[in-house]
């Protein structure tokens, strides 16, 4: 008997991107991702972690959340440090640990916010994801035959591309920002088979950004 792939998690690609289709900017910056939140969007941003079963990344993703994360004080820190991790890194991670609150940290992550001293469980949380190495298909494929909430992907960007190319990726959930980057690292590029896409919601929120639910037609 087939499996029906009702019964299969979704892998959910959550990304915000500007209106020229850039993720980042050429040094990865995500400042203007900022200006345009607002109290409605941080709010569905919220529940969509909430919503999720896992929360998978690349590696460079990994080391810079798990910098951050463990000691932050917003309203997605809960979802984030409770949440499994799963790090996809053919080479595995750095001492099997990057929880680390450096001064480098300090300055570029947590931008003045609040800080607090974390538990024991969300240090390990961290410092101990599952790291996937094998084939990514095969892995994602794995994962999506297992029980759960639905697979969460954070990126960063050339990890996203991976999903995409590898025609991975269920639902798009893109938060539309309000700016022209003119130039950075755009989601869509490289290698991937085109693809008709069924519009599922447009939500416009009071900061300029429209939140966007695309599912494979």
């Known amino acids: 008997m087939t499996t029906s792939t009702a019964t299969k998690r979704k892998l959910v690609l959550k990304m915000s991107i500007s209106l020229d289709g850039f993720v980042a900017g050429p040094n990865g910056e995500l400042d203007w991702i900022f200006r345009s939140s607002s109290a409605d969007s941080r ?27 463990p000691f932050s004080d917003t309203p997605f820190t809960a979802a984030m440090n409770d949440i499994p991790k799963i790090v996809f890194s053919r080479t595995g991670i750095k001492d099997g640990t990057q929880v680390d609150r450096t001064a ?44 759960g909430k639905f697979i969460l992907a954070h990126g960063g960007t050339r990890f996203a591309q991976s999903l995409v190319a590898a ?3 269920d639902e798009y959930r893109l938060a539309i920002h309000p700016v022209l980057l003119g130039r950075g690292q755009p989601l869509f590029s490289g290698p991937y088979s085109p693809a008709d896409l069924r519009l599922i919601s447009a939500t416009p929120y009071s900061g300029g950004i429209v939140g966007v639910v695309y599912h494979p037609a």
Do not use: N
């Open 104 to 147: 480098e940290a300090d300055a570029g992550l947590t931008k003045g916010r609040p800080s607090v001293t974390p538990t024991a469980a969300v240090l390990k949380s961290w410092a101990e994801p599952t790291v996937a190495r094998g084939d990514l298909a095969e892995e994602i494929l794995r994962l999506k035959e297992q029980p």
């Open 167 to 169: 025609g991975l990726i």
């Open 43 to 69: 709010a569905q941003l919220v529940h969509t972690l909430d919503e999720a079963g896992v929360h998978i990344m690349g590696s460079r993703s990994y080391y810079d959340m798990a910098a951050f994360w």
